[in-house]
Structures are given as C-alpha cells and as structure tokens.
C-alpha cells in the first residue's frame, strides 16, 4: 500500500528563520514521484515540485529546497529565510509510474509570524 | 500555464438538497478529471477518477449514487452531490490532465468550491 506521512501537524516560526518539513513515504514501486503543493487559506493548490526515484539530486529553487533520500524513504522540504507569506498548509504527495493517482500525506501548517 | 476553474466558489444549501460543481479546463482539453474532498484541516482524499466520455471511476468507499460524476466532454466534469446532509460539508476540488502517453501526467487543480449544508 502507499502511503504519504507528514508528521509534524503544526509548526510556527518567526520571520527568517528557516523551516525544515518533513514527508516520508511508503510504496513498493520502484518507480515513483513524490511532489509538494502549497495550499494557501485562498484553498487552492500551488505546485511546488515533482521529483521522480531515480532523481536523488536535491534541488534548489530560491529559498525553497529539496532534500530526497530512498534509503530513507524521505523527501523534505526546506525553506531559508521564512516569510510571512510563506505561511500555508504544505502537502507532500506521492504516485506512482503510469498512473496519475495522487497520494496525499496530512499536510503541515506553517506559520510565519512577522 | 494550464488553467482550471471551478463554479460555485461557495453554495450553501437545505439538507436533503442536490448541489451540482462544475469543473472547467480553460485552456486545454482535459482527458481525464480528478475529484478531490478535503475536510477541515484535514488532507485531499481522492473520490474518483473520470475519463471524458466514460463512466467515473470510483474509490473504495465513496458512494457512487451519492456523488454524480459527468464528463461529458474534454472541457467539463460536474460533481454532483444528492440529497446532501451536513456531513457531506467539505470542500471540493478538481483537478484536470491531459494523457499523452507520458508516464506521468501534470494535474491542474481548481480552486475548490466549498459546500456547507445546513
């Protein structure tokens, strides 16, 4: 069964602190993409990224970062530098090769007080 | 970038009502369509599945006589939820692809359309 889990529910920080979220997930496919999505209180989803496993690169976007590791079944997300607008509940999400169904963990809400 | 809308915004309905949502690609045509229900604070859990010009698929759990899925062609699915009940209050999202024989397939998601029945 796949599954996606954000453990951490809630997380507060102030304004240019960095913030480290943290996804891990579960599939027995040997291939696969994970994303996040940003959803704003608006409600509606912003595509942040999709990496897929045989990608272990991390990547880098901005203050935005990536960090993937398969033998931790792992695919964190870092922002430097908070700011107020970064706050947002933050999906990870997972699916695997020829199929568009997305798996999406509980989400994380930030938020990023001035 | 690819762009999907969703109508009503908001409906507030009786219980006992039936509300139709509607979803929209703008600027693509959508081969496939994804129905999405999120409880407050709580993560996006996939209804179904719908192909334009066949029958919804639908995950387990989730009644289909309850939650009507039409995608009659490659612009437009609806949602329709019968004879809602309070508990049927969420908020709804669709997402939109096109399959190209890619092995995977970007989903464009609405902006939701949040259903309060009283």
Known sequence: AQKVTQAQTEISVVEKEDVTLDCVYETRDT????????????GELVFLIRRNSFDEQNEISGRYSWNFQKSTSSFNFTITA????????????????????????????????? | GAVVSQHPSRVICKSGTSVKIECRSLDFQ???????????????????????????????????????????????????????????????????????????????????TRLTVL
Not at chain 2, 47 to 52: I, L, V
Not at chain 2, 53 to 63: F, I, N
Not at chain 2, 67 to 91: G, K, R, W
């Open chain 1, 31 to 42: 291939t696969y993409y994970l994303f996040w999505y940003k959803q704003p209180p608006s």
């Open chain 2, 30 to 112: 959508a081969t496939t369509m994804f129905w999405y229900r999120q409880f407050p604070k709580q993560s996006l859990m996939l209804m179904a599945t719908s192909n334009e010009g066949s029958k919804a698929t639908y995950e387990q759990g989730v009644e289909k006589d309850k939650f009507l899925i039409n995608h009659a062609s490659l612009t437009l699915s609806t949602l329709t939820v019968t004879s809602a009940h309070p508990e049927d209050s969420s908020f709804y999202i669709c997402s939109a692809t096109w399959v190209a024989g890619r092995a995977w397939n970007e989903q464009f998601f609405g902006p939701g």
């Open chain 1, 82 to 114: 908070s700011q107020v607008v970064d706050s947002a509940v933050y999906f990870c999400a997972l699916s695997s090769y020829n199929t568009d169904k997305l798996i999406f963990g509980t989400g994380t809400r930030l938020q990023v007080f001035p």
